[in-house]
């Protein structure tokens, strides 16, 4: 995905923070700390996720689905992509 390349650096940079993030919940765990604790450190880290999911999904949708240069299978292709991906995180 090409594409992706022009917004490479915002996505290194959340896909790093979400690898610390799961750091500091392996460090809780390790380190015993308290549930409430280490559910809002999940809770944060399936937060960034989502918003680093939402914005690749945003991307695949402009450039295999919405774009104006595609043909019709182009667009089929690219909005079953989505729609399997879609179908996986549901589960």
Known sequence: MSHLSESSPDLLLRV???????GAVERAILSEGSCSEILHLVAAVR????GL????????????????DLSDDERAKGAEELLAVIRRYAK
């Open 16 to 22: 790093r923070r979400i690898a610390g993030q799961v």
């Open 47 to 50: 937060g960034a996720v989502n």
């Open 53 to 68: 999911l939402n914005e690749i999904i945003a991307d695949h949708l402009q450039e295999h689905v919405a774009h104006a």
